[in-house]
């Protein structure tokens, strides 16, 4: 009897020992933005990667209105990690403008990518120049993105911010508009290329053209703080391109909450910088996350001590 009870005791410790391990899976959630920029597809790299490398992880990438959204999604608790540009960051990180007396506690966990801000129109609109922007439908990004912050900074750089009639689109619902003609020119902020624009630059008989806004950067900076750069997207882009176009670019990084457990933003900075060959598979732009790129004058913001934990065994300082 007492060996029997000693068996039953010891499955009992097994089973319990199951139970603990299944309870400790971890899911975690990321922000990304639309399905026609880059956060997406790229958030969905990360999502399989981490789910794959980490034991006990599940990661999923979440559809969502971009950066503003996502510093608002993890306010809530409603995900864990977020994409966004470092303007809306910083926005949130001291409570401004769209998160006035709602600070949001964010730490860096990477520097990802240049977002270089495109202002597109076509062929047949009439317009050449920022100026000629002036009476026309424009969209300025979907409600909450970085694309409509942004955007907004480089019309009022230009004494435009009263002289469009704004549309509110995602940068597919923009392509799509414009296709229809029922917009003139639409603003998006993303990596290279992006899908939504190379589908545009695609359509038989639509020849696209980016217009120049790089003299907005002083302004902004003067008015912001220094969180942009000016910068050109290359000629060979898109299709149709006839020139580089000279814009506007801010940084890209993936933010957390500060609550988040050191071991846990350490696991994804590492993971993701081991994997860096798988992220570059889903999209190109993942080749400018760099290790050199993780300072304090690429993102606005402090570094989650389990971010800077990584970076201080490569040699990496960061506060």
Same mark, same amino acid.
């Given at each position: 009897m007492s060996n029997l009870l000693r068996a039953l005791a010891l499955c009992a410790g097994a089973l319990c020992a199951f139970g603990a391990m299944a309870q400790s899976k971890t899911n975690l959630s990321i922000g990304t933005g639309g399905t026609g920029g880059v956060y997406y597809p790229l958030g969905g790299g990360m999502a399989n990667i981490l789910t794959k490398n980490v034991p006990g992880w599940q990661v999923t990438a979440e559809v969502t209105g971009a950066s503003v959204d996502n510093m608002k999604l993890i306010n809530a608790g409603k995900s864990d990690v977020g994409f966004? %540009?470092?303007?809306?960051?910083?926005?949130a990180y001291i409570g401004v403008d769209k998160f006035k007396d709602n600070k949001v506690p964010v730490r860096t966990l990477m520097v990802l990518y240049p977002n270089r801000m495109h202002v597109v129109t076509v062929e047949g609109t009439g317009i050449n120049s920022m100026a000629d922007l002036k009476g026309k439908r424009v969209s300025v990004g979907s409600p909450g993105s970085g694309t409509e912050i942004m955007a907004l900074r480089?019309?009022?750089?230009?004494? /435009?911010?009263?002289?469009?009639?704004?549309?509110? !689109?995602?940068?597919?619902?923009?392509?799509?508009?414009?296709?229809?003609?029922?917009?003139?020119?639409?603003?998006?902020?993303?990596? /290279? *290329?992006?899908?939504?624009v190379t589908d545009l630059a695609a359509t038989p008989g639509t020849k696209i053209k980016?217009?120049?806004?790089?003299?907005?950067?002083?302004? %902004?900076?003067?008015?912001?703080? #220094? /969180?942009?750069?000016?910068?050109?997207? *290359?000629?060979?882009?898109?299709?149709? %391109?006839?020139? #580089?176009?000279?814009?506007?670019?801010?940084?890209?990084?993936l933010v957390a909450g500060e609550k988040m457990p050191e071991a846990t933003a350490y696991a994804i900075v590492k993971t993701l910088f081991e994997h860096k060959p798988d992220l570059v598979a889903v999209h190109k732009e993942a080749d400018n996350i !760099? !290790?050199?790129?993780?300072?304090?004058?690429?993102? *606005?913001? *402090?570094?989650? #001590?389990?971010?800077a934990k990584y970076l201080a065994e490569k040699g990496i300082k960061v506060k």
């Open positions: 966004t %540009m470092a303007d809306t960051a910083w926005e480089v019309l009022e750089a230009y004494g /435009l911010e009263k002289e469009v009639k704004r549309e509110r !689109l995602s940068v597919a619902e923009s392509v799509n508009a414009m296709k229809d003609r029922k917009i003139e020119a639409f603003f998006w902020v993303g990596g /290279l *290329p992006t899908a939504a980016l217009i120049d806004h790089s003299d907005a950067v002083d302004a %902004m900076n003067k008015k912001y703080g #220094p /969180l942009y750069v000016k910068d050109a997207i *290359p000629q060979k882009t898109y299709s149709g %391109m006839e020139k #580089p176009a000279q814009i506007a670019t801010v940084w890209n990084i !760099l !290790l050199d790129f993780q300072t304090n004058s690429h993102s *606005p913001i *402090p570094f989650h #001590p389990g971010a």
